[in-house]
T-cell receptor, first 112, second 109 residues
Framework: ETGVTQSPTHLIKTRGQQVTLRCSSQ?????VSWYQQALGQGPQFIFQ???????GRGNFPPRFSGLQFPNYSSELNVNALELDDSALYLC???????????FGPGTRLTVL | RKEVEQDPGPFNVPEGATVAFNCTYS??????FFWYRQDCRKEPKLLMS???SGNEDGRFTAQLNRASQYISLLIRDSKLSDSATYLC??????????FGKGTRLHILP
């Protein structure tokens, strides 16, 4: 096991709603990245946080936002949900000094 | 050109055979490279990092060709348990992490 947990495991929302997904990292892993993985695709990088600051972002609109807390746990918030937001959302943590990422099991979001 | 490209497969390979896949990347400033493995409905897991000098871990060999901007993964003596999707990952200098779409591998008994 990677020691990375995500909640909830599954979620169903309707268009226009807002959602918050959570990720808890291994102790000492100060960098967290969030990914969106649609069916049959590779994970798409959403953004990365290092010590509570966003320090990298992929091609996602501002309605995708995040937070990282002093204990290095993290949230992904998505506003104004669209049908295409239906996907597996993965968080991955790492020690800032190492490159290996440890993935959580993901949250499967369905937007109806 | 996509930032990271992989042949999606599927590669259907008999048990015991050797299989190889490549992954090309477009950003010449890319700094680090990895192969991840993802089983169906599971999260990706690191298979191996890819170093400039090439590296081997048991039946798995990874190589990096910076001049041609590709990385490769070779699996020897394939096992049924090697069936999975193999994801190529590239870290850029700006800490942007790019995954390929993955290559599906089916090992046939």
């Amino acid at each position: 096991e990677t020691g990375v947990t995500q909640s909830p495991t599954h979620l169903i929302k309707t268009r226009g709603q807002q959602v918050t997904l959570r990720c808890s990292s291994q102790s000492g892993h100060n960098t967290v990245s969030w990914y969106q993985q649609a069916l049959g695709q590779g994970p798409q990088f959403i953004f990365q946080y290092y010590r509570e600051e966003e320090n990298g972002r992929g091609n996602f609109p501002p309605r995708f936002s995040g937070l990282q807390f002093p204990n290095y746990s993290s949230e992904l918030n998505v506003n104004a949900l669209e049908l295409d937001d239906s996907a597996l959302y993965l968080c991955a943590t790492r020690d800032g000094n190492l490159n290996e990422q440890f993935f959580g099991p993901g949250t499967r979001l369905t937007v109806l | 050109r996509k930032e990271v490209e992989q042949d999606p497969g599927p590669f259907n390979v008999p048990e015991g055979a050797t299989v190889a896949f490549n992954c090309t990347y477009s950003n010449s400033a890319s700094q680090s490279f990895f192969w991840y493995r993802q089983d169906c409905r599971k999260e990706p897991k690191l298979l191996m990092s890819v170093y400039s000098s090439g590296n081997e871990d048991g039946r798995f060999t990874a190589q990096l060709n910076r001049a041609s901007q590709y990385i490769s993964l070779l699996i020897r003596d394939s096992k049924l348990s090697d069936s999975a999707t193999y994801l190529c990952v590239v870290n850029n200098r700006d800490d942007k992490i790019i995954f390929g779409k993955g290559t599906r591998l089916h090992i046939l008994p």
